[in-house]
């Protein structure tokens, strides 16, 4: 069964650094997502991904964040000078179509140090 | 903005026993989904609502959709050890989902 992959699974940065997550979606999947879901909370939407622009993103995915699909597989989101309270796991999720499931990969634990 | 609340944050039943857990949203919307969560995993997804009055079973889970009263409920029938786990309900917002805050489900002998 297909699913959807993140590499890596845990990164450990020092604050101010920058760092790259990956994440491959389902191959015939439209929409592609970041959220993140910090210790024992709730899970946030960041950013959400269609026709290679961004269709919307939240009050969390400021300046500092960006988004790419570079090749048409893999999708990649970039924190650019890390603090602290990015510590979080990072989910990347797809769907075909918007009412459908939305499968999220396995996530990256990041910890800002 | 649309808010999404659940009840009860933390539920610990008997093996065997039924509960209902609650989904609550402030605005309307057109699709409400159920993820599932084991500690430290991803989410698994469970169930998709996407009209009111739906109802859908898998196994011993059951959750159901009332947009007008914009409440999705999920029910427990007979519950094992292997129910264990934080659940959550999500709400589509034009493309996206907006979670709730998760209810921790632990089951004990």
């Known amino acids: 069964e297909p699913e959807v992959t993140q590499t890596p699974s845990h990164q450990v940065t020092q604050m101010g650094q920058e760092v790259i997550l990956r994440c491959v979606p389902i191959?015939?999947?439209?929409?592609f997502y970041w959220y993140r879901q910090i210790l024992g909370q709730k899970v946030e939407f960041l950013v959400s991904f269609y026709n290679n622009e961004i269709s919307e993103k939240s009050e969390i995915f400021d300046d500092q964040f960006s988004v790419e699909r570079p090749d048409g597989s893999n999708f990649t989101l970039k924190i650019r000078s890390t603090k602290l309270e990015d510590s979080a796991m990072y989910f990347c999720a797809s769907c075909r179509y918007i009412q459908e499931t939305q499968y999220f990969g396995p996530g990256t634990r990041l910890l800002v140090l | 903005e649309l808010k999404v609340e659940q009840n009860p944050l933390f539920l610990s039943m008997q093996e065997g026993k039924n509960y209902t857990i609650y989904c609550n949203y402030s605005?309307?919307?057109?699709?409400l989904y159920w993820y599932r969560q084991d500690p430290g995993k991803s989410l698994e997804s469970l169930f998709v609502l996407l009209s009111n009055g739906a109802v859908k079973q898998e196994g011993r889970l059951m959750a159901s959709l009332d947009t007008k009263a914009r409440l999705s409920t999920l029910h427990i029938t007979a519950a094992v050890h292997d129910l264990s786990a934080t659940y959550f309900c999500a709400v589509g917002d034009t493309d996206k989902l907006i979670f709730g805050t998760g209810t921790r489900l632990q089951v004990f002998p």
């Open positions: 191959s015939n999947h439209l929409y």
């Open positions: 605005t309307t919307s057109d699709r």
